[in-house]
C-alpha cells in the first residue's frame, strides 16, 4: 500500500494512470506509442513532410492560396523547396510537441499557445488545423503500417485533436 510520502504508487495507481489521459490529453499508453512511432518518422522529415503538404494540396486544394510556394498545382509542388522548408519547419514543431511537450504538459501549452498566435494572424481556425492534422494522420498511420496499433490510432487522434483544440 502507497502512503503520502511514498515513492512508488500501487499497482492498481499505476495501471490507471497507464490508461487515463492527462492534461496533454494523451494516455501514458498513448504517449509511449507515440514517441516510439514519431522516433521512426522523424529519421527523414523532409521527406515525410513533403508528402504530408503534397497529400494535403491535392486534398484541399483550396488552401494554395494561403501560401507562397510560387503557384502551380499540388502535384508540382513536391519539388518546391519552398514548401519543403515550410513542411520541415511544421514536421520540427510536431516532433518537437511529441519528444518535449507530451513529458512536460505547461511546454506543451506554450508551444501551443504561441503557435495559435502566430496562425491567428493569418485568420488560421480550428477547422484548418483539424484539416492539416486529419491529413498528417492519415499519412503517418499509413507510413507506419507494419507499426500500426489502435492504441497509436488513438494517440494521433489525441494529440491531433489536442493541437486542434488549442483554436478555440
Same mark, same amino acid.
Given at each position: ?27 501514458k ?9 514519431? /522516433?521512426?518518422?522523424?529519421? %527523414? ?8 503538404? =503534397? ?21 508540382e @509542388?513536391?519539388?518546391? +523547396? ?16 511529441i %519528444? ?7 511546454? @506543451?501549452k506554450? /508551444?501551443?499557445?504561441?503557435? =495559435?498566435?502566430?496562425? +491567428?494572424? +493569418? ?5 484548418? =488545423?483539424?484539416? =492539416? ?10 507510413? @507506419? ?24
Open positions: 500500500m502507497s502512503g503520502p510520502g511514498s515513492l512508488v504508487g500501487s499497482d492498481e495507481e499505476e495501471q490507471t494512470n497507464y490508461h487515463t489521459p492527462d492534461e496533454t490529453g494523451l494516455t499508453s498513448q504517449k509511449v506509442a507515440l514517441i516510439a512511432a514519431w /522516433s521512426i518518422v522523424k529519421k %527523414d522529415l523532409v521527406t515525410h513532410g513533403r508528402n504530408i503538404f =503534397v497529400m494535403f494540396f491535392e486534398e484541399y486544394p483550396q488552401y494554395l492560396d494561403y501560401f507562397d510556394f510560387g503557384g502551380g498545382s499540388a502535384g @509542388l513536391g519539388e518546391n +523547396r519552398s514548401l519543403h522548408a515550410h513542411a520541415l519547419n511544421v514536421m520540427n514543431f510536431i516532433g518537437t510537441l %519528444d518535449y511537450g507530451l513529458n512536460d504538459p505547461a511546454l @506543451l506554450c /508551444s501551443l499557445g504561441k503557435l =495559435v498566435r502566430n496562425h +491567428r494572424k +493569418r485568420n488560421v481556425t480550428k477547422e484548418d =488545423v483539424a484539416a =492539416v492534422g486529419g491529413v498528417i494522420m492519415r499519412y503517418s498511420l499509413k507510413a @507506419l503500417e507494419q507499426h500500426k496499433t489502435k492504441t497509436l490510432e488513438e494517440a494521433f487522434g489525441a494529440f491531433l485533436g489536442t493541437v486542434a483544440a488549442a483554436f478555440e
